[in-house]
């Protein structure tokens, strides 16, 4: 069964260094998102990708945050420098378009902690 | 500003029975109401939608009823079994954009 894949599954970094995290969508979803999901709510969304370009990314914090899909594929969510209020699981999810039924397939999530 | 409610926060079922979760929305152009399944440190899993042109859906154990005039949508887990102990989304999208509920933590005691 295909899977939304991501690395790193776990980082640690401390405040005001910069961090990285990867995601794979499923072959063939031209639509990805990176979720920030704080411990105990649900996954809010930072950024939405069709293909290469930005869907909406209207509650991605700019000024430290940052999202990449080069070449319409795989995505990098970047966070420099980091803070301690980043503390959260950051989920990618990849669909296979924006039209109903608008399906959402979720990574295992890459879990930061800032020190 | 959060459009969509869930409650309760925690639910304690035994065996056998019968979970109810319920969510509430504000938004009357959401047209796709999923729910989704998370066990501790995974990604949410898709369980079951429903559309608001219909008031029920059943797969397996899994039942969503959907009341359109109170915009309200809730999640039935019949014969509860403890390897459904998780962590359980409503959602509700409007185009691809996905807005959730607090989420709802599920203990199914043997």
């Not at chain 1, 910069?18 to 969304?45: K, M, N």
């Amino acid at each position: 069964e295909a899977e939304v894949a991501q690395s790193p599954r776990y980082k640690i970094t401390e405040k005001s260094q910069a961090v990285a995290f990867w995601c794979d969508p499923i072959s063939g979803h031209a639509t990805l998102y990176w979720y920030r999901q704080i411990l105990g709510q649900g996954p809010e969304l930072l950024v939405q990708f069709q293909d290469e370009s930005v869907v909406d990314d209207s509650q991605l914090p700019k000024d430290r945050f940052s999202a990449e899909r080069l070449k319409g594929v795989d995505s990098t969510l970047k966070i420099q420098p980091a803070e301690l209020g980043d503390s959260a699981m950051y989920l990618c999810a990849s669909s296979y378009g924006q039209t109903y039924p608008y399906e959402q397939y979720f990574g295992p999530g890459t879990r930061l902690t800032v020190t | 500003q959060q459009q969509v409610k869930q409650s309760p926060q925690s639910l304690i079922v035994q065996k056998g029975g019968i979970s109810i979760i319920n969510c509430a929305y504000e938004n009357t152009a959401f047209d796709y109401f999923p729910w989704y399944q998370q066990f501790p440190g995974k990604g949410p899993a898709l369980l079951i939608a429903i559309r608001p042109d219909v008031s029920e859906k059943k797969e397996g154990r899994f039942t969503i009823s959907f009341n359109k005039s109170a915009k309200q949508f809730s999640l039935h887990i019949m014969d509860s079994q403890p390897g459904d102990s998780a962590t359980y989304f409503c959602a509700a999208s409007g185009g691809s954009r996905l807005t959730f509920g607090e989420g709802t933590q599920l203990t199914v005691n043997p």
